[in-house]
């Protein structure tokens, strides 16, 4: 059965550091690109940044291009977003997501995952 779980979520002060794992079980998540997602109240479901299954593509949302950094830890099967500079606009829940079928790159688009998490909560607030 396959599952993924986030963590790391949480309360934080503008201009402060979170950082966010997904760890999977009943998959690798090295053969697969993964995403992250936000979906603040009353709003859609959005791409914040994506890695690919190769070493080394990612992508981000201008929203949080500069801020935040994906990265991969294979051998934990975990990948792990840090969150710098958060803002109030950044309160959301967050989600990781698998996609079995980007190749050699990866998508910021929702359509093309298919195994979510259930998400952890941040909020940046003072």
């Known amino acids: 059965q396959v599952q993924l779980v986030e963590s790391g979520g949480g309360l934080v002060q503008p201009g402060g550091s979170l950082r966010l794992s997904c760890a999977a079980s009943?998959?690798?998540?090295?053969?697969?690109?993964i995403g992250w997602f936000r979906q603040a109240p009353g709003k859609e479901r959005e791409g914040v940044s994506c890695i690919s299954s190769e070493v080394g593509h990612t992508a981000y949302s201008d929203s949080v291009k500069g801020r935040f950094h994906i990265s991969r830890d294979n051998a934990a099967n975990t990948v792990t977003l840090q969150m710098n500079n958060l803002r109030p606009e950044d309160t959301a829940v967050y989600y990781c997501?698998?996609?079995?079928?980007?190749?050699?790159?990866?998508?910021?688009?929702?359509?093309?995952?298919?195994?979510w998490g259930q998400g952890t909560r941040v909020t940046v607030s003072s």
């Open positions: 997501a698998t996609d079995s079928g980007a190749g050699a790159g990866c998508s910021t688009d929702k359509r093309e995952y298919d195994y």
């Open positions: 009943g998959l690798r998540l090295n053969y697969y690109a």
